[in-house]
Structures are given as C-alpha cells and as structure tokens.
C-alpha cells in the first residue's frame, strides 16, 4: 500500500468519519441536536455551545463520505445536520434572508447572533456538498441547487463587494461590525463556489471562485511580492499592523500564514482542473510573480508555504514581513491542506506531461501524509496543533482544541478525499 493508492486514501477519509459517527451526533427532545465535536484523546463529546463552521464542517464532510460510496450513515448523518443548521442556526426558518446566527446553544437558543461572513461561506459550501451528495433536506426532499442558490445569493447580497470580495461580519440586524476585510473568509468563500459549480454544473459559481482568487493571489499579492497578506481595512489596502500586539489571536493573526499558502495551492489547481479563465493583468501589476496560469500560479503558492514555514514536521503557524517566525506552532489543518494541494498539483503536473514536477509533488504528499500521523490522537481524532517544546531534549506538546471548536476533522478529510480524486485520475 502506497501514499498515493486511490483505495487506501479513500479509506483514510472514511475512517476518519467512522470515528466519528454515531458519538459526534447529538439529540435535543426529538430533534437535531447537531454536532458534539470529539476529544482526539478519548473520544469522548466536549458538551459545548454549537459553532455555524463546526455544524457546516461536519456537514461537508458527512456529506463527502456519501461522495465517496460511504456507508449510508454519511447521508444520514450530513442530514443529521442540515436539520440542525436551518432549524436551529437559521436566524428565521420561514425568511430565507434572515442568515445565520454564529454560536447557538444544543437546543438551538441564540448565544451569538453575530452574521460572520466566514461563516456563512460554510453555509455555501456545506448546502453545496450535501446538494451534490443528495443529502436529505428537513423537507425530506434532497437538498437541490435552488438550495445552493439561496445560499449564494445570501452571500452576494449581505457580504459581496463591487470589487468580487466578501466584506466583514455584520450584527444581527445586518449592520457592519468593523471596518476589516480578510483574506481568510474570502478564500473559504472561493472553497464554497468551486463546491457550488461541482454540485450544480453552474459556471455563474465558478466565475466568482475565479474574481475572488484572481483579486487575492493577483492582484493584491502583487503589493507583497507574491505572498498572501491575511488582513486589509475597509478600502482593501494591506493592514498590516493588524493584531499585532496578539500573535496568537486564534482567528485573525498578524503575519503570513503558511499554511493559507498552502490552501490557496490546493484551490488554484481545482480552478486549473475546471478551467477557469486565468487573470488578466498586465505585467506592471503581476509585479514579482512569473506565473502565467493557475497551475503556475498554485505551484509558486505552494513552494512559498514551504520556503515560509516548513519545520520539517509540519508548518509554522505565522512568519512576519521580515521573513522570521512570529508562531512556532503546528497546526495539523495546515499540513492537511498542504496533503491535498501536493497531490492536487502532482494530477495536473501529470496533465501537462511534466513529469519531474508531478514527481517533486508526489514526494511532497509522501512526506506530508508520514508527517500527518504526528497529528492524530489516541482515538484516532486530530490534535488542534503542536507546540514546539522548550529545549531540544523535550518532545513538543500536543494540543486538543477548545470548545466551542470549529475543527471536527473537516481539513483530514478533505485531504484524504482530494488525494483519492486527484490519484484517481
């Protein structure tokens, strides 16, 4: 059995999700109680608050089990979900323009009525996943693309910009909190249109997945020679004092991020797989960047995660403008993410006939799946991350995420499944 074997891949990806069925769902009276993310040491629920990114992430990846030829406890359990999101996190069932509220209680009493752009970019991509697996909506009828449009359209219409990028969080009444844009919504929002496109065949989806990485891997790159900056003020222009007087804020740190790097890797190959237009912008504002393409452009994204912040056991979690670490800390979604962009990039390496790229690429996964091991408890579920000791001679620390957590294995499976698709071609 080999890194790159498309069986034994997808077998990773369901065996991930069998850890966590049934103990990850919940039950309020007779209803959805949504999702209880698992401790990775014992397995054991954390009792906690519901987050919208954890309730969507388990969606996505019940949802991708079902992708796969799973068992049929996938569907059942990403409509396990689906229940909760729209009956529970959904500000208003009857009002599809009501949104999200962000952190709700097990029995669905609003603790967080704050419309969190990032978050609702799940929404997009949770409902898109579950549209493209036939998931069960709490109709009983399949979640359809009208389903994924509502979606959509929510984004466009509470959080899109005239420039193609997603503004920042809003109140319950739709007011805006601040003036921040970041990088991070925008790139999962991308993430939920190539979902969107996948489910429904419709190239309105791809075309805004297309406008929002052009806008971020382009041309604002261009001003940071290439590297992806995480947060800009209201105007888009780089912010970058942004926190920074707190380092490891655990959404919106200061600094480059790696592992984003990495993750925008794995997008621009997708987008180069559907063919999506590539940029058109003149060499004035490329600026340093030499890439023509969007493969050219993943792989350079790819090679800067690794010359950013590769430790040689996984990646750092933040580098500061001058090049030097700011967070020594490993987080395992990084090095998922980079898992899933290696062989992203390795399958279209191979399309191209460019073998010895495919190859460096194939050598990368193989490093990155011995390295993933390193992530993974006594019960089979990921650590948030590793922290690096504080000599030589101690062993770093392994970190289980805090509730109420938006991890519930969501980046794994997501490697496992695009190295499965990606080796399979």
């Known amino acids: ?65 079902a992708l796969l030829d799973g068992p049929a406890w996938c569907g059942d359990a990403a409509a396990h979900g689906v229940r909760f999101l729209e009956a529970e996190h959904r500000a208003d069932p009857d009002d599809p323009d009501a949104g999200y509220r962000l952190i709700v209680s097990p029995d669905g009493e609003p603790v967080d009525r704050t419309r969190s752009a990032y978050a609702h970019a799940f929404v997009l991509l949770a409902l898109s996943r579950a ?23 929510l984004l466009t219409d509470r959080f899109v910009e005239p420039n193609g990028l997603l503004a920042s969080d809003r109140d319950a009444e739709w007011g805006e909190v601040e003036p921040y844009r970041g990088q991070n919504a925008n790139m999962h929002a991308c993430e939920a249109y190539l979902a969107a496109h996948r489910a429904t065949g419709d190239t309105r989806y791809l075309d805004r997945a297309r406008t929002v990485a052009a806008r971020l891997t382009v041309e604002l790159a261009a001003e940071t020679d290439g590297l992806l900056w995480e947060h800009y ?17 655990q959404f919106r740190p200061p600094g480059y991020q790696p592992g984003h790097h990495a993750e925008w890797a794995k997008l621009l190959a997708l987008l180069d797989r559907r063919g999506a237009a590539v940029p058109d912008v003149d060499d004035a504002v490329r600026g340093a960047m ?25 990646f750092a979690y933040t580098v500061g403008r001058d090049g030097e670490v700011l967070v020594p800390d490993r987080y395992g979604w ?22 010895p790229e495919a190859d460096r690429f194939r050598d990368w996964h193989r490093r990155l799946l011995a390295t993933a091991e390193r992530f993974r408890g006594p019960a089979g579920l990921w650590y948030e ?10 062993e770093d620390e392994p970190v289980p ?25």
Request: aromatic letters at 8%; charged letters at 25%.
């Open 1 to 65: 059995m080999t890194h790159d074997d498309p069986a034994a891949l997808r077998a990773r990806a369901l065996a991930t999700l069998r850890i966590q069925y049934p103990d990850t769902l919940a039950v309020s009276g007779m209803a959805s109680g949504g999702y209880r993310l698992l401790h990775p040491v014992s397995g054991e629920p954390y009792e906690s608050d519901r987050h919208l990114v954890a309730t969507c992430r388990g969606i996505a990846n019940f949802a991708t089990g």
């Open 131 to 153: 549209a493209d697996a036939g998931v069960e909506a709490p109709d009983d009828e399949p979640v359809a693309s009208e389903d994924v449009a509502a979606a959509a359209d």
């Open 233 to 249: 003020d209201a105007d888009w222009a780089h912010a970058f004092g942004y926190n920074a007087d707190a380092p490891r804020h």
């Open 290 to 314: 030499t890439a023509t393409d969007w493969f050219e452009r993943a792989a350079e994204l790819f090679d800067a995660a690794v010359d950013l912040g590769w430790t040689g056991a996984g």
């Open 334 to 355: 990084a090095v998922a993410e980079a898992l899933g962009a290696a062989a992203a990039l390795a399958e279209r390496a191979r399309s191209r006939g460019r073998d």
């Open 385 to 394: 991350k590793r922290v690096p000791g504080e000599s030589a001679e101690r």
């Open 401 to 425: 995420p805090e509730p109420p957590g938006v991890e519930p294995d969501y980046h794994p499976v997501g490697a496992y499944a695009e190295s499965y698709r990606s080796f399979r071609e």
